[in-house]
């Protein structure tokens, strides 16, 4: 499949131009093609975006290296001869680790450019810019005319306003640590925060959480949350709640690097607070629309610099078309995909009505222990349903943690509505919660009824056992 040329050398037709090769883009663009149609994709940086670079892969390898560190330790309270340094979580080869974790995410970028030139997509490594509804022009002064374009150039960690911030890392610089810093100070409260505190907590630092409201995750259910704030205290993260940070400050002249120990200020702070050795901010993401012409040709843009797209991802501007965190909707990943695909479906596949159906969609924050959410949580069922609103809660202890006499707790949670108590939410906080909850999320998005999962037969020894027998 090649793209069709104009006389003039530096235009090129095609059907689709894509601006971005994360998840989004390359969903977009291989979809796209599968129906047939001559697609171009422009991505001057790595395949796979923040997903697979700063994001959810190398994320999880972080998090399975600091759940076997977790592992490490019980494995010596239940009687395994392991040494004094593994079981405390410290006997850990970070820069073999970090080798491993980006050999893994080298052959996802390799696999793509096969995957690309299979399907026949023309990959420019440049940026673009539009220039009307049906021309881009690339930074390499090639025009690409085509009947649609997609923007899908994702997002980036945004660092506050305020003194100091240059002296912190964004969530992204993470994935640079060769070691664990001894005291880290991370600030926010969302999933980004909790994951990272959790892994650096058990990879050998102390961690301190410096949150702007009363707890953690402020969109989940509360219930839950706190759960896993205690869950968290008891593996050593120290949380500061309702605690706004100010400013920061460098704790004496800065090391041969440029960096330096790191104080972080805030309301009624001691005179002389401790330093930390590196501080991170997880304070959110933005859009990443600037720059592109987006603004020129009335594509509307949010307060935030989200694109305001319609349920079928088009925008205001015909031919114009944005799916992924570009455009401020349910940040993940799989929701990325799912509505590129969707689209692509509408534009080159004949299903014209195809759309992603937002609602109910699962997802996992990978904290210790993990926390897996689906549907509604009890805040927003009684806001929605008031007293036809009936919760049914689990706390348990999971195996390994009583045989060990771990503290460590789970909750599990199910959300109910009306007469026939149909699950309106699940919510499971513990020991493989990030396995279990996609079967039951199919269950709930297909109307499971409370009484349908008591006449389920439960596999024991399990915790996913205690999501049937709820009473």
């Known amino acids: 499949m090649k793209p069709s040329r104009d006389p003039d050398p530096s235009r090129m037709d095609f059907d689709l131009v894509v601006l971005g090769g994360g998840s989004a883009g390359l969903a977009g663009a291989f979809r796209a093609a599968a129906h047939g149609a001559r697609v171009a994709l422009l991505e001057p940086a790595e395949f796979g975006g923040t997903c697979v670079n700063h994001g959810c892969v190398p994320k999880k390898a972080m998090w399975l290296a600091a759940d076997l560190a977790s592992k ?29 974790r980006q050999r893994y995410i080298a052959s996802i970028h390799a696999i793509y450019q096969r995957m690309l030139d299979e399907a026949g997509i023309v990959w420019m490594p440049c940026r673009g810019r539009l220039r009307d509804a049906r021309t ?111 400013a920061l400050e460098r704790a004496g002249p800065p090391d041969e690097g440029g960096g330096g120990r790191v104080r972080v200020l805030h309301k009624g702070e001691a005179p002389a607070p401790e330093a930390f050795d590196c501080v991170l901010l997880a304070t959110g993401r933005r859009p990443n629309s600037a720059g592109i012409g987006l603004e020129a040709l009335g594509v509307q843009l949010g307060d935030d610099g989200a694109i305001v797209v319609d349920e079928f991802e088009d925008t205001a501007v ?29 534009l080159f596949g004949g299903r014209t009505g195809a759309k ?76 493989s919660a990030d396995e279990i909850l996609q079967g039951f999320a199919v269950a709930l998005k297909l109307g499971v009824t409370k009484a349908q999962l008591d006449d389920t037969v439960a596999i024991h020894p399990t915790s996913a056992e205690e999501v049937v027998l709820m009473r």
Not at 75 to 88: E, H, I, R, S, W
Not at 173 to 202: H, M, N, T, W
Not at 414 to 423: A, F, H, N, P, T
Request: aromatic share 4%; charged share 20%.
């Open 356 to 431: 992603l159906d937002y609602a109910n969609v699962p997802t996992v924050v990978f904290s210790h222990p993990p926390l897996g959410t689906v549907g509604l949580t009890e805040e927003q069922a009684r806001e929605r349903h008031d007293e036809a609103v009936k919760v049914y809660t689990s706390r348990f202890r999971p195996m390994l943690a009583a045989l060990v006499d771990s503290p460590q707790r789970s909750l599990f949670k199910l959300v109910c509505v009306g007469e026939e108590e149909r699950v309106v939410g699940i919510h499971l906080l513990g020991e």
């Open 136 to 246: 881009v022009e690339t930074d390499t002064g090639v025009h690409l005319h085509a009947g649609h374009v997609l923007v899908a150039t994702g997002g980036s960690p945004v660092r506050p306003d305020m003194p100091g911030a240059e002296l912190a890392g964004v969530s992204d610089d993470f994935f640079k640590l060769c070691s664990a810093p001894a005291r880290v100070a991370i600030i926010g409260g969302g999933y980004v925060a909790v994951e990272l505190a959790g892994v650096l907590q058990a990879l050998g630092s102390r961690v301190e959480l410096f949150v702007r409201g009363p707890r953690l995750l402020a969109h989940m259910d509360a219930e839950v949350a706190t759960q896993l704030q205690d869950d968290m205290a008891q593996h050593g993260v120290r949380l500061h709640l309702d605690t706004p940070v100010q």
């Open 72 to 100: 490490i330790a019980l494995a010596a309270d239940l009687g395994f001869a392991v040494p004094a340094q593994a079981a405390d979580g410290t006997f850990l080869d970070w820069k073999e680790l970090v080798a491993q």
């Open 318 to 346: 015909p031919g114009i078309h944005a799916v992924g965190d570009v455009t401020g909707k349910l940040e993940l990943t799989p929701v990325a995909i799912a509505a590129a695909r969707r689209l692509m479906d509408r």
